[in-house]
């Protein structure tokens, strides 16, 4: 494969692993929320608790960081080069932070996890993919944002 299709394809594959990550994020989520529904009636979870986590202001937050990574399928495929790699890469690192936080509130169940340990390895593949994208082997042709 030439370095110009291999780069081209950077704006295929990006949105590809975002969209990877948002789904896991997603599965997660609902999972999550499924068990947690399943153990508030067995007096596991507190009523407190509950309130804590799902108040407006959490979910606003949790909707912005999701916000953030559905973002990033559309950016990766449309931003100019300079743009593209730095939101990649800044975004996939604020990903790995609040993954990584949230391991540590509450008790989060195993599969959980499991999900944890599919989306941090992505993000680290898309930092490294965006880091090792050369703008000299980029591609004009590509879609770009005037």
Request: charged share 10%; with cysteine; glycine share 4%.
């Amino acid at each position: 494969m030439n370095s110009n299709k291999m780069n081209s394809d950077r704006r295929t594959i990006l949105p590809l692993l975002w969209i990877f990550y948002v789904l896991n994020i997603l599965y997660a989520d609902v999972l999550n929320n499924l068990g947690s529904l399943a153990t508030v009636g067995t007096g596991q979870i507190t009523d407190k608790v509950v309130e804590a986590l799902l108040n407006p202001q959490m979910i606003l937050i949790a909707a912005f960081i999701l916000e953030a990574a559905m973002v990033m399928v559309i950016c990766s495929r449309v931003l100019p080069y300079k743009i593209n790699r730095i939101m990649n890469i800044s975004v996939a690192i604020l990903e790995i932070m609040v993954g990584i936080a949230a391991l540590f509130v509450g008790e989060p169940p195993i599969y959980y996890y499991f999900f944890t340990a599919i989306e941090i390895p992505t993000l680290f593949f898309i930092i490294w993919y965006a880091w090792n994208w050369t703008e000299s082997a980029f591609d004009n042709n590509s879609p770009t944002v005037s």
